[in-house]
């Protein structure tokens, strides 16, 4: 193979990559915002273990926990991190959590 040759298969090989997400679907992608209804959270202390748990995933950019209404609202990057992990991640740290909107958790 060729220098000219070698340095094109490279270039289309970088451009698939860049393609890729972008071919993955519509929608998710850049900063999305969310919703998230949690029920266990008791006290203030709980809320900040939610936000704990949110904020330690990568892609997520803020965390507001609302105690008297039993959700978090969630700032987050669509390419790096889902709702689902989101919900996971609350139930790892304890406390049980579902999309509003009828989307069951399991
Ligand atoms: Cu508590």
Request: glycine share 10%; hydrophobic share 45%; with cysteine.
């Amino acid at each position: 193979m060729g220098r000219l040759t070698a340095a094109v298969a490279g270039v289309v090989a970088l451009l698939l990559v860049l393609a890729a997400p972008a071919a993955a679907g519509p929608g998710k992608q850049g900063i999305q915002e969310t919703t998230i209804a949690v029920s266990g959270m008791f006290c203030s202390s709980c809320s900040a273990a939610v936000v704990q748990a949110l904020k330690r995933l990568d892609g997520v950019a803020e965390a507001q926990a609302d105690l008297k209404d039993d959700r978090v609202r969630v700032r987050y990057d669509g390419d790096k991190v889902t709702p689902r992990r989101m919900m996971e991640a609350i139930r790892k740290a304890g406390y049980r959590a579902s999309l509003p909107g009828g989307q069951a958790p399991h």
